[in-house]
Every structure is written in C-alpha cells, then in structure tokens.
C-alpha cells in the first residue's frame, strides 16, 4: 500500500488529502533523580511517558491538484478544519493511522492537543495544518465489592497514591541499622534517605553514623 495518513473517530474516517514530509515520534523514559551521599546524584527510571507526533505543514488544497490523495471524495480545507475543531472541542480520542507498506503501520489512539492552521500568499485557499498528538490510553470504572460491608463502590483503574503501611512517626535504631536500610524500610527506596536525614540534623551529625537506641522522627 503507498503511504496513506488516517483520522478515525467514530464512524467517520478521513484520510489526509496530501502526505506530511515528515511524521515525528517522540518517546521519552520518565525518571528520578536523587542525590546519594559518596556517590553523587543517581536517576532511577520510573515510566515512558505518553508518546507524542508531530506533523508539519500538511497541505489541504482548495481545488482536486493531480498529487492530491483522495481525488475521489475530495473536500476542501475548511470541512477539515471544522472537523479537527469539533473533535478537539469535545474533547475525543482519535485514532491515528499511517502506513507505507514497508515498515509496520502507526496505529493509535490519540488526542490532537494543537491543530494550527496557516495560509500563504499566491496560493489563496489551500491552508497548511500543523498537527501535535498526545497518545490517549482508555481508562474506565470499576465496580468493587468490600469483603466486610458487600456494598459496591466505584473505582478507577487510573494510578493511586497509597501510604506505606510501614510508615510511623518515630522509628528506634537498631544494630546494624543505617540510614540507607531506614529509608528502604519505610520508603521501598534507600536513596530518600536523605528525607530521614534531613529531619533529624539535630540528632545526627554525620549521616553515616546512627546508633542503636536512637528515636528518630520518620517524616
């Protein structure tokens, strides 16, 4: 198949009336970063973050030219951009498709975060669309039932934050305790030791030194 670009909403699919030069995918690996003392600052990765396409100056001419795409359904710009503006307005998911019929296709939901439109002079009514797309990922409700009430309640499969159920105001050193095993204790992380540290400088001096007995304050 020659390469073809696709937006499907619902029933309604277009393809673009002239290909993009160039579709750019940018993905990017989340992470965090924390300063270890001896060490230096270290990044953890965490999560790939939403991937992102961006298309340049797309053009949707006023008149069926001879490289335009779709010459058999033609429509001129202005019904495309009422399109895009409704489908960003209300807010919709859109699927995006490419192929080339080389390499596999780019097949996603997604949503058009800017559709930016331009004109140029000495070709008066074909207009340029710019395109920058967010990936979307579907997330719905889900019906829980509690073991000790049987009564049902709405959750969200999107992330949560949950408390460390190991977490407490103070916490007493024991031997062979160090900051390092204080903080993947109640953190799940050693390298936040820092956050225990911090908390108690009037009663550590030197971070590499704790003793047995200590109270510390666990923030």
Not at 174 to 192: M, Q
Request: with cysteine; proline share 5%; aromatic share 14%.
């Amino acid at each position: 198949m020659s390469y073809a670009v696709f937006f499907q909403q619902g029933s309604t699919v277009i393809r673009l009336p002239t290909n993009p030069e160039k579709i750019e995918k940018t993905s990017t690996l989340a992470s965090e970063k924390y300063a270890v003392f001896g060490v230096g600052q270290i990044a953890a990765p965490t999560y790939l973050e939403l991937a992102e396409y961006s298309l340049q100056d797309v053009e949707f001419p006023n008149t069926s030219l001879h490289y335009v795409e779709t010459s058999g359904s033609f429509k001129g710009p202005d019904y495309y951009e009422n399109l895009f503006k409704t489908w960003r307005g209300n807010k919709y998911p859109v699927r995006f498709i490419a192929r080339n019929g080389i390499t596999k296709d780019i097949n996603t939901l997604v949503l058009i975060e800017e559709c930016n439109v331009s004109e140029t002079a000495g070709e008066e009514g074909d207009k340029y669309f710019s395109f920058k797309l967010l990936e979307y990922r579907e997330f719905g409700y889900k019906t829980v039932v509690t073991a000790q009430t049987g009564s049902a309640a709405k959750a969200t499969n999107a992330p949560t934050t949950t408390k460390n159920p190991k977490a407490s105001k103070t916490y007493t050193v024991k031997s062979g305790d160090s900051l390092w095993v204080i903080a993947k204790k109640f953190y799940g992380n050693g390298a936040k030791y820092t956050m225990i540290y911090n908390s108690n400088k009037s009663k550590i001096k030197n971070p590499n030194l704790i003793y047995p007995g200590q109270v510390l304050t666990i923030p």
